[in-house]
């Protein structure tokens, strides 16, 4: 259990954040052990194999532990600093971003300056800190911090980069459903829906988490909350910096990596096979974008059946 504390001054402070590191960091650790994220295993199943390739996991998966001292699980420094949960993530992985949604090269920039100090204390409650490429990193700090950056760099083109607008467009609805619930809820509704694992009461953020051992924060000077996918099913959290870090589970997970659905033929001919394919896609709250997405229609031929699907009383805003 992690407690933070959120009197009113550090709640006013509260802001959302999309990160590209939190879904790196994330990603590795359902790579490490894809079993336990299983609505994610469409994504496995496609990336492994070009990581593999690139050097930049190894071949076969790994224990879902940390590596041992004898770095026997291979991979790159990334895969070696990231083991599968609950166990401890380095915090200098997942620094606090910076705005609403930094890109890439922002937050790279933010962990090359990580100050030396810092990457040596994560490194030193690591388990994995054995391994070669990790205690490279914690004798030179800025050169493996460069290292790091530029695996990052890979790994993103790799895995995430395809599919980016995607996971950015359920991040983006997740962000606005929270901050409708912020503004008729307030404080207390929004945190208390975040996750199974978090209750805010008496000032007081307590998030239930297995195995972690961080260390409490009694007076919080706000919170960053971070919607992500492939944090799921679990949290995390960072105390660590100038404001406490909460990576929750996004909305609408399920439906990130389905096929698209085929409209039949006898719905295609009642309602024009353009208004039929959109009403297929809508098994749940869905952006126009995204819908042209799925579809290949227009953004604006979307609008345009939306419209007539919602005067016919079929969808609804």
Do not use: K
Not at 32 to 40: F, I, N, P, S, T
Not at 160 to 171: C, K, V
Request: hydrophobic share 45%; charged share 20%.
């Amino acid at each position: 259990m992690v407690s933070i504390g959120l009197p009113g001054g550090a709640v006013a402070r509260i802001r959302f954040a999309v990160s590209c590191l939190w879904e790196v960091a994330t990603s590795v650790r359902v790579l490490r052990d894809a079993g336990d994220h299983a609505v994610h295993l469409p994504w496995v199943t496609r990336v492994r194999p070009r990581l593999v390739d690139a050097g930049l996991i190894p071949a076969g998966g790994a224990s879902p532990g940390p590596v041992d001292s004898a770095g026997a699980a291979g991979g790159g420094l990334l895969w070696q600093l990231i083991p599968a949960g609950p166990h401890y993530l380095p915090d200098f992985l997942t620094p606090a971003p910076q705005g609403l949604n930094p890109d890439l090269d922002t937050e790279l920039a933010t962990l090359r300056a990580t100050p030396v100090e810092a990457v040596r204390a994560d490194l030193d409650g690591y388990a994995g800190r054995g391994a070669p490429a990790v205690r490279h990193l914690h004798a030179d700090p800025a050169d493996g911090l460069r290292r790091l950056a530029d695996e990052i760099v890979r790994y993103w083109r790799i895995a995430l980069a395809p599919d980016w607008a995607r996971i950015r467009l359920l991040l983006d609805a997740e962000v606005h459903h929270r901050a409708r619930r912020l503004a008729a809820d307030g404080a207390a509704g929004l945190l208390n829906d975040l996750h199974r694992q978090v209750r805010w009461e008496g000032e007081t953020l307590a998030i239930a988490q297995q195995h972690c051992t961080a260390a409490d924060v009694p007076d919080g000077d706000g919170l960053v909350l971070i919607p992500s996918v492939f944090v799921w099913p679990s949290v995390l959290s960072v105390a660590a910096g100038p404001a406490p870090q909460l990576a929750y589970p996004a909305r609408g997970i399920a439906t990130l990596w389905e096929t698209p659905r085929q409209a039949s033929d006898s719905l295609a001919a009642v309602l024009g096979r353009g208004r039929a394919r959109v009403l297929a896609e809508m098994r749940s709250p869905v952006s126009t974008t995204e819908l042209a997405r799925r579809t290949g229609l227009s953004a604006g031929g979307v609008s345009q059946h939306l419209a007539v699907l919602r005067a016919a009383g079929l969808v609804a805003t």
